[in-house]
């Protein structure tokens, strides 16, 4: 397991242990998992987005901490977040962590997410010019998700 996959995996079972929040000192975290602080903040910023439900407030200093939080709402209203968050272009790897974080809530059953991935994946949109993939792919996506929301 790579040392990215640790730092998140060390991150979540916090935050299952603190009921959806955790504060974490980054230092003193890179530390124990034996990594530089730099590899904690990489996994912060790309893996615990507002996209992926998270919220991630910092404070600097000698006392500074990094707190990370679970967004908690309802399904209607975490699929608008999801739907607002995507915007007019979507990369590949972005619409992924979405749909993991859509199944790891129970806000998507297994068999659609195989689903919505398949439509939106690089093979099935190979038709259309690279350039123009992301954009389709954040369309498409959109469209799927206003349809569960009915």
């Known amino acids: 397991m790579r040392m990215s996959d640790l ?9 299952d242990e603190q009921n959806g929040s955790a504060e974490i000192q ?12 730099s590899q ?8 615990f987005t507002p996209e992926q439900g998270y919220i991630v407030e910092s404070r600097r200093g000698g006392g500074g901490y990094i ?18 968050s995507i915007g007019d272009r979507l990369d590949k790897k972005t619409a ?7 199944l790891q809530s129970n806000m998507m059953q297994v068999q659609t997410a195989k689903a919505v991935a398949a439509a939106l994946s690089d093979r099935t949109l190979r038709i259309v010019e690279q350039e123009n993939r992301d954009n389709l792919r954040a369309a498409l ?10």
């Open 141 to 150: 996506f959109k469209n799927m998700l206003l349809t569960l929301q009915s």
């Open 67 to 84: 707190r990370i939080s679970r967004v908690k709402m309802d399904k209607g209203t975490a699929l608008m977040h999801i739907i607002n």
């Open 40 to 47: 904690i903040n990489y996994v912060i910023t790309s893996r």
């Open 7 to 15: 730092v998140a995996q060390y991150i979540l079972e916090m935050l």
């Open 96 to 102: 992924e962590a979405m749909l993991n974080n859509m």
């Open 26 to 37: 980054r230092n003193e975290l890179a530390g124990s998992l034996g990594c530089v602080p």
